[in-house]
Nanobody, 115 residues
Framework: QVQLVESGGGLVQAGGSLRLSCAASGSTLTINGMGWYRQTAGKRRELVAC???????NYADSVKGRFTISRDDAKNTLYLQMNSLKPEDPAVYYC?????????WGQGTQVTVLS
C-alpha cells in the first residue's frame, strides 16, 4: 500500500503562483510513476503532469510552460510548481501513484484562483 498526502493548495490571485506537494509513504518502492491530476465539479479528472516509469515528464497542453512537475526521491515527495495561474486552473488537485498492480490517490487539495 502507498499513502499520499497533498498540501500547498489555497487561494491566489490570477497570475500568481502556488507549489503543491505530495508526500508518499508506505510501499514506495512499488511506484512506477507519479503525477498530478485535477478535477472540477461535474467533469472528469484530468491529467495535469506526470512522470512515467522511465522518468520522462508529460504535461497537459493547457499547463505547458506554466506548471513544472518535480520530485525529491530522498523525501519521497512530488511537487507541482504552478506559475501564471489562470481563472481556468481552479480545481481539486490530486496526486496519483501508479504501482505495479494498483493505483493510489491522495485526498486532494483545493486550488482557487481569483480573477
Amino acid at each position: 500500500q502507498v499513502q499520499l498526502v497533498e498540501s500547498g493548495g489555497g487561494l491566489v490571485q490570477a497570475g500568481g503562483s502556488l507549489r503543491l506537494s505530495c508526500a508518499a509513504s508506505g510501499s514506495t518502492l512499488t511506484i512506477n510513476g507519479m503525477g498530478w491530476y485535477r478535477q472540477t465539479a461535474g467533469k472528469r479528472r484530468e491529467l495535469v503532469a506526470c512522470f512515467n516509469n522511465v522518468g520522462s515528464t508529460n504535461y497537459a497542453d493547457s499547463v505547458k510552460g506554466r506548471f513544472t512537475i518535480s520530485r525529491d526521491d530522498a523525501k519521497n515527495t512530488l511537487y507541482l510548481q504552478m506559475n501564471s495561474l489562470k481563472p481556468e486552473d481552479p480545481a481539486v488537485y490530486y496526486c496519483n501513484a501508479a504501482g505495479v498492480v494498483d493505483g493510489y490517490w491522495g485526498q486532494g487539495t483545493q486550488v482557487t484562483v481569483l480573477s
